[in-house]
């Protein structure tokens, strides 16, 4: 069974990724939305994790990015999509899973 | 697929009640069912018609109004949530001898049994909170 969480909280205020990526199996993808895109900036804590966390694929919200900026500052390996692509994820996934 | 839509936050409070209409709009478009969109918690506030915010900027209960419209949506307020804020249609409002009512066109008051079924018909149900 395949999963898709959904983080929406920035990791410098909250452990949401922490407990996300604690739990996620492999197979499953963890799309960063809302202030959830800040955890994808190259260089921080949580691009490290993200990268150490083998067997789980990531994706973030483009427009979310692009609004806070940090679109050209994105950690290696991270697929950017827009809404029409979070639908897809879902529709990838047997499970939807929302760490809020 | 069959989708169902859980909404946690109220409008203009953080990001989730747009994030979710953004959702919803992309997955009619691609032309996938929303079989329920279900306002929970402090999401229930998405559903007043009282709210006039500035022209220049969305109006988030407007825009869930005309979707609906659009698509026939069932539009779902949680109604013990919407009890404790001051969200009530007109039998509600009857029911309870308050002066006035408040639900925006579009949007429906029932209870938390309509989420479950929402769980349970639906293919996925994606949750937007705070």
């Known amino acids: 069974m395949t999963t898709l969480h ?8 909250s452990s949401a990724l922490d407990n996300c990526l604690g739990l996620a199996k492999n197979g499953s993808t963890v799309l960063l939305l809302e202030d959830g895109v800040y955890a994808a900036t190259a260089g921080t804590k949580s691009a490290e994790a993200i990268a150490n966390a083998d067997g789980v694929s990531f994706a973030i919200l483009g427009p979310d990015a692009q609004a806070r900026g940090i679109e050209g500052k994105l950690a290696d390996g991270i697929k950017v999509v827009d ?5 897809d994820l879902v529709a990838e996934h047997d499970k939807v899973h929302a760490w809020l | 697929m069959k989708l169902s839509i859980q ?3 109220g409008p203009y409070q953080h990001q989730a009640a747009d994030s979710a209409y953004q959702f ?15 306002f929970y918690h402090d999401g229930v506030n998405n559903a007043t018609r009282l709210a006039v915010p500035p022209q220049d900027d969305r ?23 919407a009890q404790r804020r001051g969200l009530m249609d007109e039998d509600e409002a ?11 066109e579009g949007f429906r008051i029932s209870g938390l049994g309509q989420l479950i079924e ?13």
Do not use: M
């Open chain 1, 83 to 87: 809404y029409d692509g979070f639908v």
């Open chain 1, 6 to 13: 959904t983080v929406n909280k920035s990791p410098f205020s």
């Open chain 2, 24 to 38: 919803a709009k992309a997955a009619l478009a691609k032309g996938h069912e929303i079989f329920r969109v279900f």
């Open chain 2, 59 to 81: 109006n988030i209960t407007q825009q869930w109004t005309d979707l609906q419209k659009e698509h026939d949506l069932d539009l779902v307020v949680c109604i013990a949530a």
């Open chain 2, 94 to 104: 009857k029911r309870q001898g308050k002066d006035a009512n408040n639900i925006a």
């Open chain 2, 7 to 9: 909404i946690n936050e």
């Open chain 2, 118 to 130: 929402a769980g349970i018909e639906s293919d996925h149900l994606v949750t937007f909170g705070a």
